[in-house]
């Protein structure tokens, strides 16, 4: 009776192709926990990132067929701008958690980028409800689970600052406009701005002073002094300067003006425009000069006066001296009579 036994060549065979196999199983395997790894790593630094990057985030699931969306996660930077915890938001509504959600438009996004899958860009917009308020900007896109993220910035402060500097220019514009005082402020480039009474001082509209140079509504004479003045500032020199100069008015005739200059610098330091503020002193300056007219006039008088009374004191004093000499004589001439009456008797 036959072995049933195989031969030992198929035996072999056999034992080389399960060894192979084995191989590869243990191969696949090692590949296999190799890309686990990986994968945990990745998650890991995933995890990492989410939590510790600035901007806060939120990832959803729809629920109700995209009329809400629950919350599977929330980042640290989230819990701080919202002043909520992951804990108090997770498996919760969006609408639930945040009920002003819909007026703030950011629900209307994520239904429409759950549909669509198309990416959105939710603009700088106020959500206030009657636990928190603040300016948020958002991101919104939809992973390929299905899952929509929001990915957004809490610009509350820069908000406020945005609107403190729209105030404070506001007010500087008010004051600018309504000054008595003539206001410019002027580029390096030459181009200007100027208020009413700047206009009124120099009978220009601006309309005409922002297509001529300073230079040509200044008086000749006081050209230089103002580039002098213009290169010290630029120069940090100094840092304001008040002088006088005169204004070529519109209708050719001059008007003095008491400049005060100061060049507005910006963050790093350099120069941006300056301010100029200028006020009439056309009348102060007759005044001035009427006063040394008549101060020149008074002077002249004055030593005129000095002159006849220098003279008339010459006069008098010869006339003093010819007195004294008569009285003198008339004393002789008395004491030669009393002597010869003497001598007679």
């Not at 985030?57 to 701080?80: H, M, P, Q, S």
């Not at 922002?210 to 230089?224: A, G, L, N, R």
């Not at 060049?263 to 350099?270: E, F, K, P, S, V």
Request: proline share 2%; with cysteine; glycine share 4%.
């Amino acid at each position: 009776m036959e072995s049933q036994n195989p031969q030992p060549g198929k035996r072999s065979a056999e034992i080389e192709t399960l060894s192979q196999r084995v191989a590869e199983l243990e191969n696949q395997l090692s590949k296999y926990q190799q890309t686990e790894q990986v994968v945990v790593e990745s998650e890991v630094r995933f995890r990492e990132l989410f939590q510790n990057m600035r901007s806060c985030v939120a990832i959803y699931k729809a629920v109700d067929e995209g009329n809400d969306f629950e919350f599977l996660d929330f980042n640290r930077a989230g819990e701080k701008t919202e002043k909520i915890t992951k804990e108090e938001v997770i498996g919760k509504r969006v609408s639930d958690v945040f009920p002003g959600v819909r007026d703030f438009g950011l629900l209307d996004v994520f239904q429409r980028v759950w549909k669509t899958g198309t990416p959105e860009h939710h603009p700088i917009s106020q959500y206030k409800d009657g636990r928190i308020a603040g300016w948020r900007e958002n991101y919104v896109y939809k992973l390929p689970s299905g899952e929509i993220v929001a990915l957004y910035d809490d610009v509350t402060e820069r908000k406020q600052a945005e609107e403190t500097l729209l105030e404070s220019e506001e007010r500087f514009r008010n004051l600018f406009e309504n000054s008595t005082v003539g206001k410019s402020l002027t580029k390096l480039d030459g181009s200007i701005n100027v208020n009413k009474a700047f206009c009124n001082i120099t009978g220009y509209s601006r309309e005409e002073l922002t297509t001529i140079s300073w230079m040509e509504i200044t008086h000749p004479d006081d050209v230089q002094v103002s580039n002098d003045i213009i290169k010290e500032l630029i120069s940090g020199k100094i840092n304001v300067r008040r002088f006088e100069k005169r204004y070529i008015h519109k209708k050719g005739s001059f008007v003095w003006v008491d400049v005060s200059t100061y060049l507005q610098r910006d963050r790093n330091g350099n120069p941006q425009f300056f301010i100029t503020s200028i006020l009439d002193i056309t009348e102060r300056k007759k005044s001035e000069d009427e006063l040394q007219r008549l101060k020149a006039n008074l002077e002249m008088e004055v030593a005129e006066k000095t002159r006849e009374l220098q003279l008339r004191i010459s006069e008098l004093e010869r006339y003093h001296d010819a007195t004294v000499e008569r009285e003198f004589r008339i004393k002789e001439l008395k004491d030669e009579i009393d002597r010869l009456k003497r001598d007679k008797a």
